[in-house]
């Protein structure tokens, strides 16, 4: 165990990490020899979108568990619906979860391998006389369905035979019927006070191309009917899920039993919200399809492609996840605890570098023209072993134009004329003039330095208060800064006033790019490598980045937004130690 003190978890999020209920529950299962002491779970995306903050939650929890007590967990996709599956979101869902550090080795499955066995579990079910074909239509159905305070009204049609339900059940399959003319339905119990016991739908007509199955199926079973059997197939223990499906469990039981099928233990979790984001596929697609992002990978996003673009570690949503915890109670998570579980890792991992955003050019007087010099940056500052970044300095540098005030407050410990500051690892500099134009605005400044501090010391120890990053001009490049807010302007983007919709409470500055001067080392990196610019926070190699224009994503600020979280958070939180650190490599 690592003991470092933790910065206190967000308000609401559960149990100290690893002592969830869920994990508790096992325990029991296992001291009571449940399932011979085995675990099997799985996490069932459907493929209808990209990966989102809320299934990295799924994704550790299943992963972990199996990986904590010996077990396996399967990947399975859930992909019953071919008017919104695609093989592109299978392929992104396996990359993200593999990025994520987690390994399916051979069990990845498809609810579409199970459509066979299904249907031969919805035959067996006529046979049984535990379901019928209804003729009736999906208004009719809605409607006969009931309400909370009235009990449902059993179809025209709940009396068919058993010869004749099969009978048109097989021309279902044959595709004699169009979209729409019947389904197949659960005989359970229209007056049952779980409306999704009524006799749920199990088999609609959908003449579509599934993106696995092509055109072998015009008949589909509904997600309550495959969800339940593919996990007694692929003998599931611990069927986890989220807190929405604790009605879905009777008709599971329901279907399990009658079929005589492995019951696999059923439980609930709280799903997890993010201030500031939305975390359903449904919105986030229609941020990508109407044009409010870039894309999926859209490093605003809170989906993991987008994370990733972004360059948060893998590492920090894991250990993110594993923090927040497992609770059966709702709770909105601070999007700053994600950055701050990100800056911790990267504090470690991101080499430092130098890069001027907004900059201001000094001319160094007494400097020679025509000379460089080379400083050298520690890569680690904490761990002078790992190496130096080597620096030209010459006689024109940029500066970040907010480290220089001309009427400076007294606590402004950065450039103004007369005040002696040092540029990181080079000399000491003095403001000596301001180079303006006609309506004011500064255009240059005029600096002397002192050849003794070379470095960054001072012979005589003199000390200075302020220390800025800087640039070479003669030899910085030019780089593509993209700088990230919040994708939306209030905490809760979903509580909006009537008539409005989230999309109304877009941020519109929640993407700013700007032109930065950067070490000409940088220009030479990868996309996807993370560094360090000294003071200003953590950035990342955008893939649009090439050798003549790199950019880069910030991803987070140095600034610890965290700091100020954390004033607001609960006491009983505190003083909870950080889970062993993954054993997974971060990439
Ligand atoms: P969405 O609401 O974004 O469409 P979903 O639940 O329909 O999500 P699935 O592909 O069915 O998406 O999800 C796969 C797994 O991830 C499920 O087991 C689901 O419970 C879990 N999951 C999805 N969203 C969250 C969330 N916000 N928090 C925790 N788990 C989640
Ligand atoms: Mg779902």
């Known amino acids: 165990m690592t003991n470092t003190p933790h910065p206190a978890l967000p308000p609401g999020t559960g149990e100290a990490p690893g002592k969830n209920f869920i994990r508790a529950k096992i325990l029991q299962d296992r001291s009571a020899g449940r399932f011979s002491g085995s675990l099997q779970t799985r996490f069932p995306p459907e493929p209808n979108g990209y990966l989102h903050l809320g299934h ?139 409306i999704i016991m009524r006799d749920p739908t199990l088999y609609r007509i959908r003449h579509a191309e599934h993106h696995r199955t092509q055109n072998r199926w015009c008949i589909y079973p509904m997600y309550d009917f495959t969800h339940c059997i593919s996990d007694a197939l692929e003998k599931v223990t611990h069927s986890l899920c989220t807190l929405e499906f604790v009605n879905n469990r009777e008709l599971y039981n329901w279907t399990l039993e009658t079929l005589n099928l492995f019951r696999s233990e059923q439980t609930e979790f709280a799903r997890l919200s993010i201030s500031r984001t939305v975390l359903s596929k449904r919105k986030l697609i229609q941020l990508v399809n109407e044009g409010h992002v870039s894309g999926w990978d859209d490093p605003r996003m809170p989906t993991l492609s987008g994370l990733r673009r972004r360059g948060i570690p893998p590492e920090a949503i894991r250990n993110f996840c594993a923090r927040i915890g497992i609770s059966r109670a709702d709770n909105v998570v601070e999007y700053g605890f994600l950055e701050f579980c990100a800056r911790e890792i990267l504090n470690r991992t991101a080499k430092r570098a130098m890069a001027v955003l907004d900059p201001l050019k000094i001319i160094v007087e007494n400097y020679p023209h025509n000379r460089t010099e080379w400083f050298h940056l520690p890569l680690f500052p904490d761990d002078p072993e790992k190496g130096t970044r080597p620096l030209p300095f010459s006689r024109e540098i940029w500066i970040e134009r907010s480290d220089f005030r001309e009427d400076a407050p007294g606590k402004f410990h950065r450039l103004t004329p007369g005040r002696e500051v040092r540029l990181r690892c080079a000399y000491y500099i003095t403001c000596t003039a301001i180079h303006k134009d006609e309506s004011g605005n500064i255009l240059s400044l005029v600096c002397s330095y002192d050849p003794r501090t070379r470095g960054g010391g001072s012979p005589d120890n003199r000390k200075v208060k302020g220390t800025l990053h800087w640039v070479s001009a003669a030899h910085a490049v030019p780089a593509a800064i993209r700088l990230y807010d919040d994708l939306f302007l209030q905490d809760d983007p979903e509580t909006v006033p009537e008539g409005k919709t989230f999309l109304d409470v877009i941020n519109p500055d929640s993407l700013r790019t700007v032109t930065a001067r950067m070490d000409p080392s940088l220009a030479a990196l990868p996309p996807g490598e993370r560094v360090q610019f000294e003071r200003l926070g953590y950035f990342c190699v955008d893939p649009d980045s090439t050798p003549c224009q790199p950019v880069f994503n910030r991803i987070v600020a140095i600034k610890d937004t965290w700091a100020k979280l954390e004033k607001r958070i609960s006491p009983s939180y505190k003083n909870i130690s950080l889970p062993a650190g993954p054993s997974h490599s971060s990439s």
């Open 56 to 194: 990295a939650k799924s994704i550790c929890l299943n992963f972990g568990l199996a990986e904590e007590f010996g077990g396996r967990c399967n990947l399975r996709f859930d992909d019953t619906n071919p008017l919104k599956e695609s093989r592109e979101y299978v392929d992104a869902i396996r990359a993200d979860v593999r990025w994520l550090g987690f390994d399916w080795e051979d069990r990845e499955y498809y609810a579409s391998d199970y459509f066979e066995q299904l249907y031969a579990f919805a035959e067996k079910l006529i046979l049984m006389d535990k379901a019928y074909v209804d003729s009736q239509s999906a208004e009719e159905i809605r409607e006969n369905r009931g309400t909370l305070t009235r009990p449902g009204a059993g179809s025209p049609y709940r009396d068919r035979s058993v010869t004749e339900n099969l009978d048109l059940f097989r021309r279902m399959r044959a595709g004699e019927f169009p979209d729409g003319a019947h389904v197949l339905r659960a005989k359970i119990d229209m007056a049952s006070p779980n």
